[in-house]
């Protein structure tokens, strides 16, 4: 029996696991320090203004539990700090240190450098159409009854 072909879940999710590794191992040999992939979740997440735990959370879709772990590690590495919100006398707000801004935009032209590279490899035009199929609205999540 041959294995049915990756569905586009599995494809998705080998895609971000390339773009992961290949940011990652780039931080780590221009001289950053090593973050995790949930690490750098925290800052592909991070409003300008700073971004609460929880709502870091809701946009990764995981627990305010790991967000605050990641968000640790990242403070004791001198990446990200925790202000008070301006808005809430209970509520902190995440933000980056000038270390942490630094690093952010290291890995945002990184990013882009690896974008282009994609683009050597596969065409530019699949870029694009992957691109514009990822930014357009799905609309909510269907609910599929199983036949």
Known sequence: MTAPPPNLPQLLTDAKRWFDD????????AGERP???AQAAVFANLDAGGTSISELARR???TRQSVHQAVHGL????????????TSARSRLVR????????HERALRMIATIEGI???????????????GLDRDWGDPPLVQDR
């Open 118 to 132: 994609l683009a050597e490899r596969i065409g530019a035009d699949a870029v694009n159409a992957l691109r514009d």
């Open 60 to 62: 990764i879709g995981t």
């Open 96 to 103: 980056t240190t000038p270390a942490g801004a630094r690093a």
């Open 22 to 29: 290949a940011l990652l191992s780039s931080m780590q040999a």
């Open 35 to 37: 973050v995790t992939v």
């Open 75 to 86: 403070i004791g590495m001198g990446l990200l700090k925790q202000v008070p919100d301006p």
